[in-house]
């Protein structure tokens, strides 16, 4: 008999254009009986639509916003019926403008074009997968039938937890959620064309002013708003044309960023070389952290299709991270805390002892197999190809280290209406964002470390930052270099420069006790505090999502 086998569970992710907006086109489709229209523009991220009738459409049943040609499509399941207002299963991940088609399904064809959720963090064996925890509440009511015992139970919240814990790094792509944003760049690119339309965040369809001038055919590369010198307010993104339709190009992954129209002559998109290009991402913190979706695909020993079980777990926000090598090891990166909005699954049909004959959560969706997974092909990062520097000074006798950031996020459950037994948390907020870094590092020579110029950690820990101006702080500068334009780099302070003053400082020793242990050369456990990063991965992927 046919079993689920955890080797053949797979985890993909994929970015959210607004929190709890989980991606995926819908071009292909079994239709129902119910259709209509929509009354109005609707932006991405509504967890509700108006229509202009609800004729043939109930609570229960699932619908495809938008998909006219050249435009984005998507299902999510009706929750609740008020009127013309459908109430939604989660956010819409895309802008869908007035007069858009709104079509009963029971059913979708994944198509590879349309599948969005293909990014795996890593190498990975074990998933905390973030199931509902539903909270329970016994309540006791005065009165000698209980004899003590509760009088009923309610439900209240339902919350939403997972993590990936030492995954192997093969590339950065994972790495940008916990911190912030991430601006690509191109080696090398040639003067374009300009969008004639506004290009909207979560947008695949864009319009342009023209086909020549620039090379632009499918299975091109283009750069969007590329930004000479990348900051933290750029927003250069880089993505493949998937087809063409006119002056309409479809891309391979929604935007991140909003792209205004640009002016006549303007080189807002530039074509970039299919081989021989490396490029530049530039992770910046931010404040509002974009979030992620989670898909799980178990498929049985048996190979059959019909049996897949497949959940989405949405508007998952990447709460702590740890980023780790211990020498002779690899890179090693964790998704410690992961809280999402919710989740939907496959398993539609409900059981003998329901009620009903759907399933709460469920719905129709994409099944994302391992055909769709955009496996990486490049080596992991190994120890031995990394590098700490501290105050000027390349320290050369690194064991391990460690550098987790938190975010401090809070799941929130506010007052707000919804339907369908969704009682996740309304949002997810970050409050104040720490680091931690710890390095275990033996000492160095003791003619090095004795010597009146020598920088040692033993030395900058007694100074406590202050160098004589005032609380400085120094730099650091982690990096692992796989080969030539092959690289992480995270540099302490974001700007390389720890300086006095509020928003100005670096690094500090909390402790680094040179005790007497077994351990020959002597080694230090330094904690240091961080006040901010910076991340620069410099490698041959175009895409960063």
Known sequence: MAVYRSDQAQLTFGPESAPGAYPGM????????????????????????????????????????????NTESEVRRVEFVEGAVLFLDAPTAHYHASSSAVQVVTSITTTANEVYMNQIPGVYDTVEVPDMTPTLEPRYFLGTQSKRDFFAVYKGQQ??????????????????????KVVTKASTSSAGTYLTAEARKGDVFITVAAITGPTLAVGGLIAIDEAASPVATSVSEVRKIVAISTLTLQL??????????????????KTVAATGITYDHHIFEQVDLDTVSWHVHMRDSGETTANDFDRTYFGGMIGSATLAADEGGMLNMSWDGVNFQGFKHN???GNSSSSSAIVPHAGVMQSITAANVDFPTSNPYF??????TMFGVEVARVRSFSLGVSNGEEP???????????????????????????????????????????????????????????????????????????????????????????????????????GITGDNPVQVDADILVRNAKILVTDSLYYYP
Request: a neutral charge; proline letters at 3%.
């Open 159 to 180: 919350a939403f937890t997972g993590s990936v814990s030492g995954f192997v790094l093969l590339n950065g792509r994972a790495l940008r959620y916990p911190f912030g």
């Open 26 to 69: 819908a071009t292909t489709v079994v239709t129902g009986t119910g259709d209509s229209t929509l009354a109005s523009a609707h932006n991405a991220g509504s967890h509700k639509i108006t229509v202009a009738s609800t004729t043939g459409i109930t609570a229960g049943e699932d619908v495809k916003i938008g998909g006219a040609s």
């Open 252 to 269: 391979d992954y929604p935007l991140t960023y909003a792209h205004a129209a640009a002016g006549s002559g303007t080189t807002q998109i």
């Open 412 to 514: 929130r459950y506010y007052i707000q209406r919804r339907q369908g037994n969704k009682r996740g948390p309304t949002e997810i907020r970050e409050q104040r964002r720490e680091y931690t870094l710890g390095v275990t590092l033996a000492l160095p020579d003791s003619q090095a470390a004795a010597g009146s110029s020598g920088n040692t950690i033993f030395k900058e820990f007694l100074t406590e930052g202050d160098f004589g101006s005032g609380m400085q702080g120094f730099n650091i500068v982690l990096s692992f270099t796989r080969g030539t334009n092959d690289s992480i780099t995270i540099t302490i302070p974001d700007d390389g420069t720890a300086a006095t003053g509020g928003n100005q400082q670096g690094a500090f020793f909390r402790s680094a006790p040179h």
């Open 383 to 388: 120890f031995s190809q990394g590098s700490v």
């Open 347 to 349: 398993q539609m049909l």
